[in-house]
């Protein structure tokens, strides 16, 4: 060693924990020794040998690969849940996408790391899993998923009865009673009668939603009310707690009259469904 560097010391590692403590991610050797405080200065090798003194009493955890690891004051089950959750504030990622955003947000994270702390977010409700409509890969959101983008064609078989059975004057509701019933609910045949908008859509939610969720396009049509009434029914009764709504992640792709369909909060969020609290 030459004469201007320090050799390790008790006062050396309170600088790096210090070092670590400060650091806003994981750091390399090399980010650990440029982030000392001046006069500070140590030799890389003594640089590691504190790191891992410190990774072996607890005081600082090791990051990413073996070879060439980072540290920091926090582990990844105590820092990784905060990133994912930002990670997914712009819509569902499956493990792999998911796993480099959170790697470009927290260097030295590895995907092992984020599938860990993704279990433990799900137990405890805070990502939800979604089947994925194609293929095998799961994703995860921030909100319960959209059940309903996977009965495209059992939306088009009820729109088929509906359509034959409107001939000799049966609704639509009594189909969707019907359905409903046949699978394993205890619908009846009629709508409920609601004197007011709000709990007409309680009440259609609650007959008609598959396992929770009705698409906010279906329950437009079968209630038939202007737009800005709708909207405006929807949006109460989710600001009193009444029922949850399911974001459009993708909103602006779609066509004008699709958008149109969902429930626009003003605020450039669109609900594509509903269902109870």
Not at 18 to 37: F, N
Not at 213 to 235: M, T
Request: one cysteine or more; aromatic letters at 4%; a positive charge.
């Amino acid at each position: 060693m030459n004469g201007s560097a320090i050799s390790p010391t008790s006062g050396m590692r309170d600088a790096i924990r210090l070092a670590l403590q400060g650091a806003t991610g994981p750091l390399t050797v090399a980010q650990v020794r440029k982030a000392l405080a001046k006069p500070v200065r140590l030799m890389p090798g003594d640089t590691q040998q504190l790191l891992d003194a410190l990774v072996s009493a607890g005081e600082a955890h090791a990051w990413g690969a073996t070879k060439s690891p980072r540290f920091w004051s926090r582990t990844p089950a105590e820092a990784l849940p905060e990133r994912i959750l930002q990670a997914l504030r712009d819509g569902p990622l499956t493990i792999t996408p998911l796993a480099k955003q959170v790697a470009a947000l927290l260097p030295g994270s590895t995907a092992i790391d984020v599938k860990s702390a993704l279990e433990t977010l799900a137990k405890t409700g805070r990502v939800h899993p979604h089947a994925p409509v194609r293929g095998s890969a799961c994703s995860f959101g921030l909100l319960p998923a959209d059940l309903t983008v996977h009965f495209g064609k059992v939306q088009e078989a009820v729109d088929v009865v509906c359509a034959k059975v409107a001939r000799y004057g049966v609704e639509r509701e009594r189909v969707l009673g019907a359905l409903r019933r046949m699978l394993g609910g205890d619908a009846p045949d009629a709508m409920p009668a609601a004197t007011d908008l709000p709990s007409a859509i309680l009440a259609v939610v609650r007959l008609v939603s598959y396992r929770g969720v009705l698409a906010i396009s279906l329950l437009r049509k079968l209630l038939n009310r202007p737009k800005p009434e709708f909207d405006s029914a929807v949006l109460d009764l989710k600001a009193k707690g009444l029922v949850l709504l399911h974001a459009h992640h993708g909103p602006l792709a779609l066509p004008a009259e699709e958008r149109y369909e969902l429930v626009d909060d003003g605020r450039g969020t669109f609900y594509v469904g509903v269902g109870l609290r």
